[in-house]
């Protein structure tokens, strides 16, 4: 998949911008603080909707906007444009809008993103894995997503309905522990199915770009035990307890070891970096095969954080054909991994303009 | 120099036509001037269409549809309805659409809205004690619950089945539920024809 023709509209610090992007790789540069991250933000919001910097579609309008626009042109053929004003959300496929945001995600393009945060997904809380599954599986599986929505929104009845009475409702609980369940049994059904997908993968990116002999496993941490229905049932004095459900896959996990022990209490920052990004590569190639395209890989920032080897190491594992955005701050490194990048589209970027440079 | 605007009276207006649903502030000041400037009695007209239809149209009673006067509504007055089986939707507007349908010829109950506990709506601030009245003194064996697909819809049909299975009726009443297939997160009102025809023949029991 390709975006082309990029189009931003009061998006972070970019108050008009048009940026024609190459097919392959796209190298930012420039300084802190200029918008680089901003303009690869705004492809992976434009594509899924969500980005990885924040939850809020506030953040994103320019300073003092209450609005903000992106349009691209997705596999030269569909163009796409996601608008925000006033708290609404606006999207158009080729023009007509597109009231579901199901169907829009569905016409959109597949995307991976690569952070310096990406560590987090080691030694964080479960909610940084929590959000790494959920932005996979979502572009895997056409019912996730919803059902994730549902799963979230009964969850928050259900906590604030524990917390409301000096003596719980029951009744009134119990009406949306079925919806509850219903929707969770999906969402813990495919972040099991993707978990145990990803492994081969992750384990494969791991010792590529590791490049040790020690192995990477991922596992699948239920947080409802092997039935949802019964440990939400047996939670029910807890629950009393602590007025909150406290079993469910909110409470799920992502378990990384490397060779069988705990990557994010055991292992060097190196090893870590090497595992977060072994997980995001990992995304990537489960995508491609199981989508049968190429996702858009967004990569923001990390080159100056690796070491020449990893460094080489990712840019060979990084499916070839697959178009790149990449940001950095320091050229330095550029020029010694001339062949991966040498064909690389280049722009600078400085106080919210971009620059086509090579 | 001040700045020279509407007379009040038109601002007045263009103020209340804003409020509408849909009408933005262009709309509102087309609409106005146009008001004003429609031919014969139009303008009248139109302001005794809203009084009357404010003044008589109330709820009904019984079901929750719109009725003029006190006599409940034309569903409720139906002698050919099936007295059998009832309805039950989260909005009057919901009932339209089903009986377009032409697959139901029972009785309706609105709800008035769903359960809905971040938004302050409970059971007890919905219809539900005129159900149970309607099921109590009346001959009724079905309930179809056809409210929304969405998460408090959901929740509103669970606990209605449940309430509803407590009741001590000495006779069996069946609960169902329309089958799956409304538009996700909607109410029926998005719902098309066939869509509800077919969600209403492939009904499942709670
Ligand atoms: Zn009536």
């Known amino acids: ?358 | 120099m001040r700045r020279v605007g509407y007379p009040a009276e038109i601002v007045d207006l263009i103020s209340h036509l804003k409020r509408l649903p849909g009408i933005g502030p262009k709309s509102a000041e087309r609409i106005a001037i146009w008001l004003l400037r429609a031919k014969g009695e139009f303008a009248f007209e139109f302001s005794g269409a809203i009084r009357s239809a404010k003044e008589q149209v109330a709820f009904c009673r019984f079901c929750g549809f719109f009725a003029s006067g006190q006599d409940g509504c034309d569903f409720c007055n139906d002698p050919d309805r099936n007295t059998e089986c009832i309805c039950v939707v989260e909005q009057p507007t919901d009932m339209l659409p089903i009986e377009r349908t032409g697959a139901f010829r029972g009785h309706y109950h609105s709800l008035g809205g769903k359960i809905s506990p971040l938004d302050n709506i409970g059971p007890d601030e919905l219809r539900i004690d005129s159900l149970v009245q309607r099921i109590k003194n009346g001959e009724v064996n079905e309930i179809i619950l056809a409210v929304g697909s969405d998460v408090e819809g959901e929740a509103t049909a669970s606990f209605l089945a449940d309430h509803l299975k407590r009741i001590d009726l000495g006779r069996p009443l069946a609960i169902t539920r329309i089958a799956q297939g409304m538009p996700a997160g909607g109410g029926l009102e998005s719902a098309d024809e066939l869509t509800l025809f077919r969600a209403l023949d492939g009904r499942r029991s709670l």
């Open chain 1, 1 to 358: 998949m390709r975006v082309s023709a990029l189009r931003l509209h009061q998006f972070r610090c970019f108050g008009s911008l048009s940026c024609e992007l190459g097919e392959g790789v796209n190298l930012f540069t420039g300084d802190n603080a200029q918008g680089k991250t901003s303009l690869v933000e705004s492809i992976c919001v434009l594509l899924r909707l969500q980005s990885p910097r924040t939850s809020s579609s506030s953040d994103l309008a320019q300073f003092g906007a209450d609005a903000f626009g992106i349009r691209a042109i997705l596999d030269g053929e569909r163009e796409l444009s996601h608008s925000w004003q006033a708290g609404k959300r606006r999207l158009a496929l080729d023009g007509s809008p597109c009231r579901k945001s199901g169907d829009y995600l569905e016409a959109s393009g597949l995307v991976v993103w690569m952070g310096n945060e990406d560590i987090q997904l080691v030694r964080g809380a479960g909610d940084s894995r929590r959000r790494y599954l959920d932005f996979a599986a979502s572009q895997l599986y056409p019912d996730y997503r919803p059902a994730l929505l549902a799963y979230e929104k009964a969850l928050r009845s259900r906590n604030f309905l524990l917390k409301r009475d000096a003596s719980p409702n029951w009744r009134q609980i119990d009406a949306y522990s079925g919806v509850l369940i219903r929707h969770g049994e999906i969402v813990i059904r495919r972040r099991s199915e993707l978990v145990s997908q990803l492994q081969p993968w992750a384990a494969e990116a791991h010792t590529h770009v590791g490049g040790s002999r020690e192995t990477l496993a991922i596992s699948y941490v239920s947080g409802s035990g092997s039935s949802f229905t019964q440990s939400l049932a047996e939670s029910q004095p807890e629950e009393l307890r602590r007025r909150v459900t406290v079993v469910g896959p909110h409470r799920d996990d992502l378990q990384l070891l490397i060779d069988g022990r705990s990557a994010g209490q055991y292992a060097s920052e190196g090893q870590q970096r090497t595992v977060a990004l072994s997980l995001k590569l990992a995304q990537a190639r489960l995508l491609q095969e199981r989508r049968q395209t190429m996702p858009i890989i967004l990569v923001d920032d990390i080159f100056g954080e690796l070491d020449p080897g990893r460094r080489n190491a990712l840019l060979s594992y990084l499916p070839a054909a697959a178009q790149k955005m990449i940001t950095t701050t320091h050229l330095n490194w550029l020029d010694s991994n001339g062949g991966a990048l040498s064909s690389a589209a280049r722009f600078h970027v400085h106080a919210g303009e971009v620059v086509r440079i090579s």
